[in-house]
């Protein structure tokens, strides 16, 4: 069976059932200073084989689902997610309850 990956470069808005892969380089917790410290997201930077990086941004409610399968350096394939708009930038979000499946390779 032929999986197809979509690279981070041909990622609009919207909803992708296919899979894209990617090297996660780094995450970070961003965190508010005006809340005393309250977790706001899950911050990564991301590069596909076409050397195309993007900023990736988890929104701390579904930071959890993902938080303990990160490591830096590691290739991860990911599957069933939406892009959406986030100011000048993209990020994707985790479907429900369709469900995203993140996996290291």
């Given at each position: 069976m032929v999986i197809y990956s979509i690279l981070l470069a041909d990622l609009k808005v919207g909803r992708y059932s296919n899979t894209t892969e990617f090297h996660l380089l780094r995450f970070w917790e961003a965190r508010s200073v005006r809340k005393g410290g309250e977790?706001?997201?899950?911050?990564?930077?991301?590069?596909?084989?076409n050397s195309t990086v993007i900023q990736d941004s988890v929104n701390a409610n579904r930071q959890f689902m993902f938080r303990q399968r990160l490591s830096e350096r590691s290739v991860y394939r990911?599957?069933?997610f939406d892009v959406m708009r986030?100011?000048?930038?993209?990020?994707w979000m985790p479907l429900f309850p369709f469900g995203s499946i993140m996996k290291p390779l």
């Open positions: 977790l706001m997201s899950l911050d990564m930077i991301l590069i596909d084989k990911l599957s069933g986030s100011s000048s930038n993209f990020r």
